[in-house]
T-cell receptor, first 114, second 115 residues
Framework: NAGVTQTPKFQVLKTGQSMTLQCAQD?????MSWYRQDPGMGLRLIHY???????DQGEVPNGYNVSRSTTEDFPLRLLSAAPSQTSVYFC?????????????FGDGTRLSIL | SQQGEEDPQALSIQEGENATMNCSYK?????LQWYRQNSGRGLVHLIL?????REKHSGRLRVTLDTSKKSSSLLITASRAADTASYFC???????????????FGKGTKLTVNP
């Protein structure tokens, strides 16, 4: 199993550009989520999904969109990148729709906005 | 916010010593999890402890939970240089679907184990 795969691993954008961070898992997990990690801030939840067709906002959703059309994929879209979105982004997945299961994390996408 | 807060922020010890990290949280939880993150990598799950459990072991790891004090501790015994990493606690929080749907992380403890 590949687990949770995030692409790209690194990306540099200019302010105002758009892009999609990809996240795919091959474990048939229902729950998927996106976090951003900034120095000294720990991980902050951006959006999450408890199953295909269902998404909800986390702590810091502004500037990001998500969709969940399949169980396997949970892309994160930046519509108009801002320097404040420079961060490391992690996708995670787990069994079930609750949080009584371990989360499996990808290795992250390092995003710089100039 | 139901965020867990780890203490200390940084910890430096010698190989063979024990390392203890603490986590405090603000409101009632169903479970608490500990994760490890090596530099430049994603988080790896270590242990999940439920609110009705007081202690859990996994190899050299021991986790305790005191719901009356809203705190947890992670003990790594006989530490090794390979244990050098950041350690995070995470607690569950309710979402709009009514169930426990959000995992909220603390800021982490950076552990350095010197050979």
């Amino acid at each position: 199993n590949a687990g949770v795969t995030q692409t790209p691993k690194f990306q540099v954008l200019k302010t105002g550009q758009s892009m999609t961070l990809q996240c795919a898992q091959d474990m048939n997990h229902e729950y998927m989520s996106w976090y951003r990690q900034d120095p000294g801030m720990g991980l902050r939840l951006i959006h999450y999904s408890v199953g295909a067709g269902i998404t909800d906002q986390g702590e810091v959703p502004n500037g990001y969109n998500v969709s969940r059309s399949t169980t396997e994929d949970f892309p994160l879209r930046l519509l108009s990148a801002a320097p404040s979105q420079t961060s490391v982004y992690f996708c995670a997945s787990s069994y079930g729709s609750g949080l009584n299961q371990p989360q499996h994390f990808g290795d992250g996408t390092r995003l710089s906005i100039l | 916010s139901q965020q867990g807060e780890e203490d200390p922020q940084a910890l430096s010890i010698q190989e063979g010593e024990n390392a203890t990290m603490n986590c405090s949280y603000k409101t009632s939880i169903n479970n608490l999890q500990w994760y490890r993150q090596n530099s430049g990598r994603g988080l790896v799950h270590l242990i999940l402890i439920r609110s009705n459990e007081r202690e859990k072991h996994s190899g050299r790891l021991r986790v305790t939970l005191d719901t009356s004090k809203k705190s947890s501790s992670l003990l790594i015994t006989a530490s090794r240089a390979a244990d050098t990493a950041s350690y995070f606690c995470a607690t569950d929080a309710h979402g709009r679907q009514g169930g426990s749907e959000k995992l909220v992380f603390g800021k982490g403890t950076k552990l350095t184990v010197n050979p």
